[in-house]
């Protein structure tokens, strides 16, 4: 399954009970719109972060990251493709 498929699965039981996959476009703003709200985003982060295992840093709490499906699953790709001992700092 792509990222894509389950960040808008986990939106969608989450914030949108009434929308479909289909309905919910990848660039769709979910901040400006409403559907995620400031405890919305902690609990988004808290998700990435469990889901694929991914650190959140404090560096990375960019509303522009979390603020549709494209950019939380650029966000992933681009998490992914930093060594974790950069992360860390170390």
């Known amino acids: 399954m792509s990222n894509i498929a389950q960040i808008k699965r986990f939106l969608i039981e989450e914030f949108l ?3 479909t996959p289909e309905q919910l476009a ?3 703003d979910l901040l400006s719109d ?11 982060i808290a998700w990435v972060e469990d889901h694929f295992a991914l650190p959140v840093d404090d560096t990375d709490l960019d509303p522009n990251n979390f603020r549709s499906v ?3 699953d ?3 790709t681009q998490r992914r493709a930093v060594p974790a001992s950069a992360v860390a700092g170390g």
């Open 17 to 19: 009970p009434d929308v």
């Open 26 to 28: 990848d660039d769709h």
């Open 34 to 44: 409403g559907v995620i709200d400031s405890l919305g985003v902690l609990k988004l």
């Open 70 to 72: 494209t950019a939380i």
């Open 74 to 76: 650029a966000f992933i």
